[in-house]
T-cell receptor, first 114, second 111 residues
């Protein structure tokens, strides 16, 4: 079956702009989580959605937001981009939102802010 | 979230077994032990997870200490493709989808 698909794979934006990233989970998966990966901070949790509801949120400013649609596809948005937002953004999907399930990650969207 | 401690890096020869340790002395009775790995230029990949008993799958084995304060990921026969950063993560059984990644262990395979 198809894996987690993230689009676009690469993106270059200018400071102050906003960006929307998309994630299509594995078919049948209802939980989608987003992570930011940078060389300095490693992998950090952004937020998790389950059945269109945000269930958990990491320690990021309000410029970072997301949503999940009825087909479980998810988008994350970053407004007023800063240079420090340059990172690899990863999406993960799971069948359920429990500790006894595995998460499947996409290949990520590499965002560069100039 | 309970904390895990892993060595920063390890090396192993190709085609030999690899034992990757993880300490989690503050683990609670409801924490599952998960392992993920991240190959260069890819997203993390699930490896294995367990609660109390040792677990085996096609990729690896997970050996969990009797007191659950440590665990070891075992790659039975390392290949060059196993070179990656390996993360040991604890996840509470009461929901919480969040994965809290530490710095992981960078595994280098020597041909």
């Amino acid at each position: 079956k198809a894996g987690v698909t993230q689009t676009p794979r690469y993106l270059i934006k200018t400071r102050g702009q906003q960006v929307t990233l998309s994630c299509s989970p594995i078919s049948g998966h209802r939980s989608v989580s987003w992570y930011q990966q940078t060389p300095g901070q490693g992998l950090q949790f952004l937020f998790e959605y389950f059945s269109e509801t945000q269930r958990n949120k990491g320690n990021f400013p309000g410029r970072f937001s997301g949503r999940q649609f009825s087909n479980s596809r998810s988008e994350m948005n970053v407004s007023t981009l800063e240079l420090g937002d340059s990172a690899l953004y990863l999406c993960a999907s799971s069948l359920a939102s429990t500790a006894n399930t595995e998460a499947f990650f996409g290949q990520g969207t590499r965002l560069t802010v100039v | 979230d309970a904390k895990t401690t892993q060595p920063n890096s390890m090396e192993s020869n190709e085609e030999e077994p690899v034992h990757l340790p993880c300490n989690h002395s503050t683990i609670s009775g409801t924490d599952y032990i998960h392992w993920y790995r991240q190959l260069p230029s890819q997203g993390p990949e699930y490896v294995i997870h367990g609660l109390t008993s040792n677990v085996n799958n096609r990729m690896a084995s997970l050996a969990i200490a009797e007191d659950r304060k440590s665990s070891t990921l075992i790659l039975h026969r390392a290949t060059l493709r196993d070179a990656a950063v390996y993360y040991c993560i604890l996840r509470d059984v009461f929901g919480n989808e969040k994965l809290t990644f530490g710095t992981g262990t960078r595994l280098t395979i020597i041909p």
